[in-house]
């Protein structure tokens, strides 16, 4: 139904910032409820923030709040992860993920589609 493409990935400095993008495929990205989330060297998947069809409601994970931000354009079928004052702990492999629920889904189980994610390494 939809193909999911992060990228934007790679090594930045603690304090710095970077910009994921999430390309999907299809003619019905809007009506997919977005959401972000990470895997840390050794954790389990971590909800880091969602997004609403229309891009109103915008909901985060308490470790990143303040930090990041989640945008999407759906002329462009992009969700985008705008990641601000980057610490060494949020080097994780970040993933896209879409759902057809209309709420802001923060569980990997209520979500149908991911993309392959993208290495995002943060740097002393």
């Known amino acids: 139904q939809v193909q999911l493409v992060e990228s934007g990935g790679g090594l930045v400095q603690a304090g710095g910032s970077l910009r994921l993008s999430c390309a999907a495929s299809?003619?019905?990205?809007?009506?997919?409820?977005m959401g972000w989330f990470r895997r840390a060297p050794g954790k389990e998947r971590e909800f880091v923030g969602g997004?609403?069809?229309?891009?109103?409601?915008?909901f985060y994970g308490d470790s990143v709040k303040g930090r990041f931000t989640v945008s999407r354009d759906n002329a462009k079928n992009t969700v985008y992860l705008q990641m601000n004052s980057l610490k060494y702990e949020d080097t994780a492999v970040y993933y896209c993920?879409?759902?057809?629920?209309?709420?802001?889904?923060?569980?990997?189980?209520?979500?149908?589609?991911w993309g392959q994610g993208t290495q995002v390494t943060v740097s002393s």
């Open positions: 993920a879409a759902t057809l629920y209309f709420w802001i889904a923060r569980e990997t189980t209520e979500y149908n589609y």
């Open positions: 299809g003619r019905t990205f809007s009506s997919y409820t």
């Open positions: 997004i609403s069809r229309n891009g109103i409601d915008t």
